[in-house]
C-alpha cells in the first residue's frame, strides 16, 4: 500500500504542476478576492471533480464510458459548448484591480460552475486520469494498493489548489492590475477555445 501511495503522490505532482486552464483559474481566483477563502467554491469544486476523476480512471469506468458512441457524443457536445461559452463570458470580463477589490471576483455559483467545467472537460484532464493514472492503476491488482494509489493522487489535488489560491492571494495581488488582468482574461478565454477543439478531437477519435 505505501509503495502505491508513494507512487500516486508522485505521479499525481508531476501532472498537476504545469499551469494550465484549470490552475490558472485557481490561481486567478486567489488574486482577486479579497480574502482567499473566497476563492474556496472554486478550489473545493476543482479538487472534487478531480477526486472524480482519479476514481474512475482507477476503477476504470472512464475508458467504458468513452467507448459508448452515444455517451461519448453527449459528453463531448457538453464539453465543447461549456468551454465556448465560458470562454466568450471570459473574454466578456473588463475587470479592474484599480477599481473596487471585490469588482472582479466571481460569485460563488459562478466559480463552481467554471471550475467544474475546466475540470470535468479539459481534454488534459482527461488524458491525465485515463491514459496515465488509469493506465499505472493496471499495475496493482489488490482493492487495498488501487485504493491507496487513488487516494493519494486526490490529495495531491487538494493541496495543491489550497496552495495556488492562497500562494496566488500572497503573491498576486500587486500584479494583477487594469490592463494586465484584462489580458489574463483574454488569454484564458482563447486558451478554452483551443481546448474545445482539442477536446472535440480527443472525444470523437478515441477509439
Not at 504542476?17 to 482567499?36: A, D, E, K, S
Not at 459562478?110 to 479539459?122: H, K
Amino acid at each position: 500500500m505505501l509503495i502505491a501511495a508513494v507512487h500516486g503522490f508522485i505521479l499525481a505532482l508531476g501532472l498537476i504542476l504545469p499551469i494550465g486552464m484549470q490552475n490558472g483559474f485557481i490561481l486567478t481566483q486567489g488574486v482577486v478576492n479579497r480574502r482567499w477563502t473566497g476563492a474556496l467554491p472554486a478550489v473545493i469544486t476543482a479538487s472534487v471533480c478531480d477526486t472524480v476523476l482519479v476514481s474512475l480512471a482507477v476503477l476504470g469506468l472512464s475508458a467504458v464510458a468513452l467507448h459508448i458512441f452515444w455517451l461519448r457524443y453527449i459528453l463531448g457536445m457538453i464539453g465543447i459548448g461549456f468551454l465556448l461559452y465560458m470562454g466568450w463570458k471570459t473574454w466578456q470580463d473588463k475587470g479592474s484591480m484599480d477599481q473596487d477589490e471585490t469588482s472582479t471576483a466571481w460569485p460563488p455559483k459562478r466559480q463552481v460552475t467554471f471550475a467544474a467545467s475546466v475540470s470535468l472537460f479539459n481534454p488534459h484532464a482527461l488524458i491525465d486520469t485515463l491514459v496515465i493514472l488509469g493506465g499505472s492503476a493496471l499495475a496493482y491488482t489488490s482493492w487495498a494498493d488501487k485504493i491507496a494509489f487513488a487516494s493519494a493522487c486526490s490529495v495531491v489535488s487538494w493541496i495543491w489548489f489550497f496552495f495556488l489560491a492562497i500562494g496566488g492571494h500572497i503573491a498576486g495581488k500587486a500584479a494583477l492590475r487594469s490592463t494586465s488582468f484584462n489580458k489574463i482574461h483574454q488569454v484564458a478565454a482563447v486558451m478554452m477555445w483551443l481546448s474545445a477543439i482539442y477536446l472535440a478531437y480527443i472525444i470523437y477519435t478515441f477509439q
